[in-house]
Structures are given as C-alpha cells and as structure tokens.
C-alpha cells in the first residue's frame, strides 16, 4: 500500500519554503563569490551501514541534499562500510529506502567506500614511500597504552623507525593474509606529542578477517573511517564535507592525509579537469539532541536484539522507519529540522517542538473520520430496522477542495464510552440519561433507557432522534455536546495502537542511568482491540492519514494490517502518530 500523503519528491524540486541563513549558507556563498571550488557545490551523505536512519540523520540529510540543491549542485550517498562486523545489506536497503521517502535524490550511482579499496591500498603505499605511514606490530592495547593521555604525550612505537622497503614488504604480507587480527596495523606517522589525540600516528588499516557485504572476501585489511572519508571526498570531487562536531578535533587528520598525498593522483581518481580540482574542506555543525529520545545506535541496536521494541520500525522509535510507520510525513521532518537550524552549539531540542510540526502539518493534510474507540451501542428507538442513510461530511473542516466522504447512519450506532455517565460529573456536556447530545453531522439524539448486564455493566442505550434537528439547531433549546459515532452495521472493526513516549526522562543516554531499560515508560504502548471504524477510511481513494476526531491522528499500519481494498479486509490496525494536544505539557 502507498501513502500518497508520504510520496518521496524529487531533490531537485524541493517544496517550496522560507530559506533560513546559517552559517553554512553563508559560507558557501562566500566560496561561490570567490570562485573557490569553480561556482561548484558538491555534498555527500556518508552514513555508516550498521543501523537504521534515526530523526538526528535526518538532520544532517536535510542540510547535505538542500544546500547541493539550492545551489544547483549535487549531493552523493555513499556508505561508509569499512567495518563489515557490524555492516549488512539489510541496513544499506532501508537507508536507501528512507532517504528517498524523506523525500531527495542522490546524485547517480549510490557510492561505497568499499568501491575505492583498490585506489585507498594505492595511496597507503604512497604515504609509506614518502615515509609518512608504517606498519605497527603494537597489539590494540599496547597501542592505546603508547598513545598516553590528554595530559601526557605518547611514546613512539618500537617499529616507528622501520625503513621503507620492511613496511612495503609487511604491508603486503598482510594484504596477503598472512596474520591475524590484530597482529599488525597501519599508521600514520606524525606526532606522538601532539596536544591533539587524533594526531598520534592514528591507525589507518586494520587486519579484519571477516567477508564484506560488497567485497565479499576480496579484503582482509580495512581502511579506517578517518583515513577512508577524506579520500573518498576527495576521490568524488566533494567541494563541502559536512560533519557534525564530534568530528571537529579529526579534521587536522582529514587535512593531513589529503596534503601528504599527491592532488595529482587524487584528480586522476575523480576525473575532474585540472581547473576545477580543489581538495575538499570539513566543516562541522552540532548534532540534533532531542530530549525523552536515545539516539547511541548500540542502544538502539541493543533494544532491538533484546526485544524492547518490536524492530527498528517499531513506530516508538526514533528511527525514520519508525516514524514512517507511525505516520509521521516527510514534509512534517523537512519542516522540523529546516525549525532546528544549523549552528555549532550544541543544545537539546524539546520534542513538543518536533510534535507541533507533526500536528502543524496533519492538521492541514490529514482527513477527518470516526473512529470509536471504546464502543456502546446505541439503538435511535425511532429509526426502523432497516433504516439506512447516507449523509456527507467534509474530508476536511478547513479546505473544501479536498472532498467529502459518506458516511452512513444506521438503526444502531457506536459511541465511545467516555461520551454517556449515568450520574455526570459538574460539566459534563454529553450523553446522559434524559439528556440530549448531537451526533456529528446528524441528529440531536435523547437517551431514554439504559441496559445493563447481569454484573450491572452498561451494555446498550436507548435513544429517540429528533428528526427536526438534521442541519438544524433544536427549537426552543440548546444542545452544547457533540459526540463522535459509526455505524454499528456498517462500520469496521479495527484494532488501534496508541503510543507515547519511550522514555519517562529527559535523558535516558545520561551518565546518571545505569540501564536505559530502567526508564523505559510502561505506557508508551497500549493495544485497543474491537475498535470501529467508518467506512470511509477504507475507500480505495482514500489517505492513508487521518485525524479521528477527538482522539488524535492516526495512520494505517501497511504492515501488519491486511489491504483494505480488499472486498472483506481484515486484521486492520492503526497506529496514533500524535494526539491531538501535548499531553505532556504542564
């Protein structure tokens, strides 16, 4: 099933919105105004595939495909797959998959690391031959034990000084699979003082073992992510190479390794002509934090394999897949993270900011239904067994262009539990015994007997319509409650998932929480079976969006639930993307 309000767009046309300056704008007009990469703007998105995209990727996806196309550039997607360990296939489809109903386009061909395996081993021996990088018989631990501290410099390795030929001749043996894990590594050959970590001759290939979801078991030594990114920029001609700030103490190594390399080599490897050849340049900007939201992959891995959650789509995670299924639209992140700006400082967003786009958005665009959640059935007492009539209703309150729907009024109905008390409490403004309320977009109804059951449970009421009142305000007396209602013949029964945030505090991924399972909410999940619904949401032209009026909004979930154009569907769930108001609010 296709939902038409969650179509992809293409990148190259992006809706239409107010454009907000930030500092990456306003440095790349000052690169276009100097002619620095030629007028060229080229941005890549470089997700590593080991997990599925969350809200913070969709941050940094916005800002890579909307500054190449409001520029008229491009932007590439290439994975960053150099630790095939925690990689699969699975990942690299459903990044792919919700990028593009996030709604952009890369430029050509999806791009790997792994494609530049051949041309990353080339320049490894490069920097050897310039005595820039050698082979380390230091173990792991032994490494990080050389590597000193942020307060005490290193030590050099004892194989620091090997001539060029030995660390050719172990480079090889090693591309060859001659050790094991761990035996010997490549590094870069800097500065073991330097005040900057990262500059201590950081590892640049490591041996691993283990067969690579592209490469299959061509590899057994990997290039590391510091040493893979910059030259994969590179290598596609990558102009502006977007990271978030934790990557700001690595860009000094970015430029390292691209300065001590030849450009004529990496020009070659782009194919771009001399007089449009500029190496790329990292710029960093603060990650999307969001509060009552984890975010760690490990964590979300973790949920997963531990069955938290029911997989990385469970529609209470942050994942865009997630989101998607609990019918969060493109256009509602689009406009939340465009909300969010881009800046260096870091800070944590209040998700009642996400939330407000969420519904700022449904609001506009999701149809209007009922849907009764907690059914009691009605008899109207004067409608005869058969009566049956179909009134139309707008699809939406708000913008007449999109329709009306029928919906068919029937001897019996539904409606919700809460809307009748036998002994209401001071402003109760629905249904009681003796007392009238409205039926949406129909009659004033008076209930006139209540049924109960041998347990003393109310089962049935017994109404009269005032058939006056269709269109029309009663004579002689006001009637102030309004109560939504379906059909009891007609109306389908479906089962309806509200959710509510995972966490129950604001920083579940705090130092100050041992276990993120010991604040999960309880209640961010409860199952309502025997819902019913009008028919109308299951018309073959209808969205797959909805506000229930009263309840919330709410969307189809195409995966459990069974096509509803079917003639009879069957096992029909919908999941609440958001209420109505933030329940959450002091």
Known sequence: MTNSNNDSVDAKQPPKKTVVSNFIRQLISRDN?????????????????????????????????????????????RFDDTNPEKESQEYVDAIKENINWLGFSWQGDVRYSSSYFDALYAFIIQLIGKDKAYVCSLSPEQAREYRGSLTDSGRNSP?????????????????????????????AKIDMASPNINMRDPVLYRIRHIEHHQTANKWCIYPTYDYTHCISDAIEGITHSLCTMEFEDHRPL???????????????????????????????????????????????????????????DDPRMPTLAGMRRRGVTPAALRNFCESVGVSRSESVVDLGMLEYCIREDLDKN?????????????????????????????????????????????????????????????????????????LR?????????????????????????DLDTLGKKPEGRKVK???????????????????????????????????????????????????????????RDAKLNFQFEREGYFYLDSKDSKDPKDPAPTDLYFNRTISLRDSWSS
């Open 254 to 312: 970015y430029n390292w390794i691209l300065e001590n390399l030849e450009i004529s080599s990496l020009r070659a490897e782009s194919g771009l002509p001399d007089s449009e050849y500029v190496l790329p340049g990292q710029t960093e900007f603060a990650k999307l934090k969001l509060n009552y939201t984890m975010m760690g992959k490990r964590n979300l891995k973790n949920m997963v394999d531990t069955h938290a959650v029911s997989g990385w």
């Open 366 to 438: 999701a149809w209007r239904a009922m849907c009764v959640l907690r059914p009691l059935k009605v008899v109207i007492s004067n409608f005869s067994a058969d009566y049956l009539i179909k009134l139309l209703m707008s699809n939406h309150p708000k913008d007449e262009s999109q329709g009306k729907r029928e919906v068919p009024l029937t001897h019996e109905v539904y409606i919700d539990r809460a809307d009748f008390e036998e002994m209401p409490p001071p402003g109760f403004k629905r249904l009681t015994l003796g007392g009238e309320v409205r």
């Open 481 to 539: 409650g309004v109560v939504h209602w379906v059909s009891a013949s007609l109306g389908k029964s479906v089962t309806v998932r509200l959710y509510d945030r995972l966490f129950n505090v604001e920083n579940p991924e705090s130092k100050d929480v041992e276990d993120y399972r010991d604040v999960l909410n309880p209640n961010s999940l409860e199952i309502i079976d025997n819902c019913v619904v009008e028919p109308s949401v299951l018309t």
């Open 441 to 465: 977009g129909a009659y004033v109804i008076r209930c006139d007997e209540v049924i109960k059951n041998d347990q003393g449970e109310i089962i049935e009421l017994v109404c009269t319509a």
């Open 159 to 187: 194989s620091r000084d090997a001539t060029i030929a030995e660390n050719l001749i172990l480079l090889e043996r090693m591309r060859a699979g001659e050790f094991e894990n761990g035996a010997y590594s490549v590094r």
């Open 33 to 77: 105004a100097s002619a620095k990469y030629g007028g060229r703007v080229h941005t890549r998105f470089p997700p590593e595939p080991n997990g599925y995209l969350h809200i913070g990727h969709a941050k940094s996806i916005c800002l890579n495909f909307s500054i190449a196309a409001e520029n008229n550039g491009f932007c590439n997607l």
